[in-house]
């Protein structure tokens, strides 16, 4: 998601009035990395893949930029520097970039083969690259995608252990309307299921994780503040999800804003959430990468 302007950042002030649960941390902080470069394609990173060991990574602009390279760890497995090659820019169905005003890229799902997913929240579609580098596959667009708000649609992407891709919009249409979860599979889109809204977050970004259960993040915009951040994990059997668990919830300004999410297992079997900020090309805001760790 783009900052909007300096306005929407005075509005949100009032959001730090609003009582909320205090910040919790079962999963516990590893470390924080600020990327810095002097590419001028670099910025707005909605969302990151880890390869199974934690180090080479693939990560998304949300102006249709995307990236790989490398993680730099020192023994204690905490990030102290990356290797990327310059941003690039998607494809759409030819040779062509992505046409104008339909570049907003914000999640990424990566299937064991390498395939990639993309969706957007501009106009709220799942592209698909069989490679990142070459032309793009649109997926069907349900009827529901169209009505979607144009800024606020298909901001979490996740592809489960069965090959099936997991999305929902940033926004639900209502504070009191769940957040419709969508499921490809097969060919054909449905609605398996909804989150309940808890709370002011909404959901920025998703990973199924090494044990198969869906983890979730989402953002609180909480004005001059700064962001507040929530992960959540969930079981989902068939076509039902359990009621979730919450496993990190920072206090506003801790980290910028996160929007991006990967879940993987290190060496000494322990869950990682790896999540990176998108800092809106704001000089006043990062691209920091966050890891926090879940005890195996």
Known sequence: MRLRTFCALILGCGLALDSSAAPTETAGLVGSFIWRSDDPALGGMSAIELDPSGTGFTALSDRGGWTRG??????????????????QRLRGKGQAGLAAGRTDSEGLAVAKGGTAYVSFEGAARVLRYDRLDGPAENLPIPDAFRR???NSALEALAIAPDGALFTLPERSGAEDRPFPVWRYRKGTWDQPFSLPREGLFLPVGADFGPDGQLYLLERQFR??????????????????????????????????NLEGLSVWRDAAGDLRLTMIADDNFRFFQTTEIVEYRIPG
């Open 223 to 256: 004005g001059l503040m700064g962001f507040a951040s929530r992960v959540r994990r969930f079981a989902i059997t068939g076509d039902t999800i359990s009621a979730g668990e919450v496993l990190l919830e920072t206090r506003p300004g801790r980290h910028d």
């Open 70 to 87: 490398r993680l730099i760890r020192d023994p204690e497995g905490r990030i102290t520097g990356l290797e990327a090659a310059p941003v």
């Open 148 to 150: 979607m708000q144009r």
